[in-house]
């Protein structure tokens, strides 16, 4: 079950515009228009991993003066955000390229209706610093962590298609993410597939040791996709949202030192890996255009070939990219 998180102490419109939020908003403004035309009662349920969402606006102080109230639930990964999706427990929610396609394959009733690129780097195989396990040849015969059909699941075929294997040469161990974690660390796995905040931890505290990461297996996209009623029920305010999360990112990008240590406080780890994990991602809104279906068709193709999801999907019938008119022109 997923947690209701505790927001952070609110950051003041002048503090905000100090740390320089002022520039990121410009372009998405005028919110008073945005406020006016939703409507009064408005609630959202909002599903986020590890306050990544959450946390980001309410550093950048876009959580002031909602128009509508949200209703937070926090999530260890995307698999179980995506199933109170499916099950109507959360309205939207924000999740990597491939777990979103497995579960809208799946035929979870949402459409995907905004999008953010990061660095790809930021998913990563990861093995305890004393391994033998040197490359993917090397994961051969061996058992790998990862979260079914979430972006590590993914890497793990990715990197075993580029590297001449196939999948039965290694065995997927399917773990929540503290789980790999300390299966890893027991030696009950020889390594772990995982993402963001995960990698930093590993890398910085434990002493674990990248095998292969992202870069040039994956599109390092991510999305927040909504059900199809609140889509229908609720587009003015899921419009809102995706104005003020593309505000929000782009202050954090101009102010990461800022924004590390107040997420560090929200999820309750050191501000050094914080920065670690943004310096990596470097997360940022883009619009749901041509280049966006063409990655979304290759991470779709890629579940089909492996046989993860049974029929090809179409994606670009999973987009909604009239909430591209919320980005920044």
Known sequence: MPTVSRLLPPISRRHAFGLGLGAAVAGLLPLRQAQAAVPAGTVLKVGDQKGGVQSVLEAAGLLAGLPYRIEWSQFPAAAPLLEALNAGAIEVGYAGDAPTTFALAAGTSAKIIGAVRSNPQSTTILVPGSSPIRSVADLKGKTIGTGRGSIGH????????????????????????????????????????????????????????????????????????????????????????????????????????????????????????????????????????????????????????????????????????????????
Do not use: C
């Open 154 to 329: 993914y890497l793990v075929l990715a990197a075993l298609k580029a590297n001449g294997l196939k999948p039965g040469d290694v065995k997927i161990a399917f773990l929540l993410p503290s789980d790999a974690k300390s299966a890893l660390a027991a030696g009950s796995i020889d390594a772990w597939s995982t993402w963001g905040i995960y990698v930093s931890q590993a890398l910085l505290v434990d002493g674990a040791r990248a095998v292969v990461t992202g870069t040039g297996l994956m599109s390092g996209l991510s999305y927040q996709s909504a059900t199809l009623e609140a889509i229908s029920t609720k587009r003015e305010a899921l419009t809102d949202l995706i104005r003020r999360t593309a505000a929000a990112r782009l202050w954090a990008l101009e102010n990461s030192d800022a924004y590390a240590g107040i997420w560090a406080k929200a999820v309750g780890v050191d501000p050094a890996i914080a920065r670690h994990t943004f310096g990596v991602e470097r997360a940022r809104p883009v619009a749901i255009d041509a280049s966006v279906i063409a990655d979304q068709q290759a991470t779709s193709d890629v579940w089909r070939e492996f046989g993860i999801i049974q029929n090809r999907l179409d994606a670009a019938a999973i987009f909604d990219p009239g909430f591209n008119s919320a980005l920044p022109a």
